[in-house]
């Protein structure tokens, strides 16, 4: 019996975000490795899903047609219409984005730093499960085996999403961490909540349409209220949001081991947390996706 017989479909829904990619010739080249990556070690079919500007989806498009020609049967290109999600994700994300960007709601395609967490009320119905990937990764095992993590879930998962690897959300939630000191928020793993990183999100379509649960807290005054209460205000998008929800629903999410989004970046290594970085940093065991995030080269091998 293979071991990946159980629960993975012939093809997989792979979305990842690649926009402001004309003239860009650094994000091309993240986004060229990716895709190399995930298609030589891939044992199923893949549907690509590019979500960008349609300069972007062009550049994607040319960059996979040269990707491993020998078995050009391995994957596909799935056209969206992207002006209409982005319109569509603009008012249900709108109050999100007060909370978790720089620039809160002004542009349209900005709005689609935050498909992750209401994709399931843009894309069809027929979708099930999808894997959502930033561009900067490089896959070393095969994302069936990544799909597999879908069956892992808890009753109430309805997203797989891995740690953060730095100290980011400690520095975050610094003001309530000192009036709480107690507090497991913003604490490292495996006892703390060190807070998520979107790179690699297993999101299973289905159940965050059907949880009330989950759909209760895309709501303007959910986020104003737990923002306070957190003294929390973010920059990172999606996984802000997902980390600041998470705190009082855990069990939302089904935390993907670190192997799956082996984050590189050392940012916060030097910027006073040198005591407590490894805490977070560290990941144990084989690498099967290295995420080389903020700018970090990803080794070679
Ligand atoms: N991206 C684009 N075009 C851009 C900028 C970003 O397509 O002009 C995509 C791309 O897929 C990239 C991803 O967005 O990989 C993340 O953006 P990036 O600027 O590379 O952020 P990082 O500092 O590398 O990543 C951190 C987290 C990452 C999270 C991101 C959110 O590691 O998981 O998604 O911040 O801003």
């Known amino acids: ?109 900005d709005s689609l730093f935050f498909l992750s967490a209401a994709i399931h009320r843009v894309v069809p119905e027929t979708m099930h499960r999808v894997i959502m990937l930033d561009a900067d990764l490089k896959f070393r095992e095969d994302i069936a085996k990544l799909y597999q993590k879908f069956n892992d879930f808890k009753e109430h998962n309805v997203i797989g999403i891995a740690y953060e690897g730095q100290p980011v959300y400690r520095h975050t939630f610094w003001k309530y961490r000192q009036e709480n000191p107690s507090t497991r928020v913003g604490d490292p793993p495996p006892k703390g909540l060190p807070g998520f990183n979107s790179g690699v999100l297993l999101l299973d379509l289905h159940r965050m349409r059907n949880s009330k649960h989950y759909n209760s807290l895309i709501n303007e005054q959910v986020l104003e209220e737990q923002t306070k209460k957190y003294s929390f205000k973010g920059h990172l998008g999606d996984q802000d949001f997902f980390t600041l929800i998470s705190i009082e629903h855990e069990e939302l999410f089904y935390v993907l081991p670190c192997n799956w989004n082996r984050q590189l970046c050392k940012y916060w290594r030097d910027k006073g947390y040198e005591s407590v970085f490894d805490l977070y940093f560290k990941c144990e065991g084989p690498i099967y996706v290295y995420h080389g995030n903020c700018h970090t080269p990803i080794p070679e091998d």
């Open 1 to 109: 019996v293979s071991e990946l017989e159980f629960s993975v479909p012939e093809e997989i829904d792979v979305i990842i975000t690649f926009t402001k990619a004309k003239d860009n010739w650094q994000l091309a080249d993240k986004f060229r490795r990716c895709v190399a990556s995930l298609v030589k070690h891939s044992s199923v079919m893949l549907a690509f899903h590019i979500i960008g500007d349609k300069d972007s989806q062009q550049i994607a498009e040319k960059i996979l047609k040269e990707v491993d020609s020998g078995t050009a049967a391995k994957h596909r290109v799935v056209h969206l219409d992207i002006d209409t999600m982005a319109k569509e994700l603009h008012s249900i994300v709108l109050p999100m984005q007060k909370y978790f960007s720089y620039k809160p709601g002004s542009y349209y395609s």
